[in-house]
């Protein structure tokens, strides 16, 4: 099986969400989070390719072309300052949604922050523009210092989650038998 990892926005052109409070940025907390999943899953025997890019249409040739078998983003939501939980985007597709089930699953039993569940998001660009079951894990709200706080000192674990998640995939165990 080949997993391609994504870490929302860039680090240089676009640093997504920010939280004024902690001086942190969704691109650099989703990128650290991000190499510490790919670590797991390579530590488990797992190709992975990782992106980071600006570009949408990059980030969907990457994964399209290398033929990835599943293609998961990785993203810190914000609202205002005050919503808080953890939610994964799916583009709808059944693999996509039992992708989403096992993420989600694994990430809100470690963080323990309100479950906001699947959210089917078809037209989300990278969830359309993939060929392979999609999903957008939203870890948690980076503008909600409670939220933030509290996966800071979880974040080990939350990567373990998502990685533990992706490879409970149903589909996991049929490419490698394969």
Known sequence: ???????????QLD????????????CDLAYELAMQVKSYLERNGIAVVFGQNDDLYVICDEANGADAD???SIHFNAFNKKASGTETLVSGTPASILL???????VKAVLCLPDRGLKERPGLF????TMMPAVLVEVCFIDNDYDIKHYQ???D????????GIMQYPGLCTSQAA
């Open 157 to 164: 674990d939350t990567a373990r989650a998502i990685a533990t």
């Open 70 to 72: 599943i293609f998961v």
């Open 100 to 106: 989403g089930h096992a993420i989600q699953s694994n």
């Open 15 to 26: 640093p997504g969400a920010i939280n004024t409070n902690l001086a942190l940025r969704e």
């Open 126 to 129: 990278v969830l359309r523009n």
């Open 1 to 11: 099986m080949k997993v391609y990892v994504n870490a929302g926005h860039d680090r």
């Open 153 to 155: 000192l979880h974040e």
